[in-house]
């Protein structure tokens, strides 16, 4: 194909009208969808960096008290050891009310609140 051709081509495409229409709030709702995705990955993002720094500071303090009362740690260690199962289920069932508070809630009420409109 040569330039005289698709010159032809394109302009052809600017004179004729489209086989289809866009509502009059079509690019409110794309943004609308874009921001809801956009802020899924940044809830997400919000949890992750929450846990990261709760789990820091576990071990930051963790080790301090190892330094200054490493008696206290040992036992605290004995009982966890000794308790395992009680234990990672409490630890999984506060994950999981963080992460429903911090993620799945936010998601459940933007789906749930209507698309904004356009006033005017």
Do not use: C, H
């Not at 289809?20 to 874009?34: E, Y």
């Not at 809801?36 to 997400?44: A, H, M, N, S, V």
């Not at 289920?89 to 698309?115: Q, T």
Request: proline share 3%; charged share 20%.
């Amino acid at each position: 194909m040569n330039k005289e051709e698709l010159d032809k081509i394109i302009e052809k495409s600017f004179r004729t009208e489209p086989g289809f229409q866009l509502t009059s709030d079509f690019a409110q709702k794309v943004t609308f969808t874009m921001v809801r995705r956009e802020q899924w990955k940044t809830d997400l993002r919000e949890y992750l960096y929450l846990i990261g720094v709760l789990l820091s500071l576990f071990a930051v303090v963790s080790g301090f008290y190892y330094f200054v009362a490493k008696e206290f740690v040992l036992k605290a260690f004995a009982f966890l050891s000794e308790n395992i199962i009680p234990v990672i289920s409490i630890i999984l069932i506060l994950n999981f009310i963080l992460f429903a508070d911090r993620v799945l809630l936010r998601l459940l009420f933007r789906s749930l609140s209507p698309a904004p409109t356009k006033v005017g």
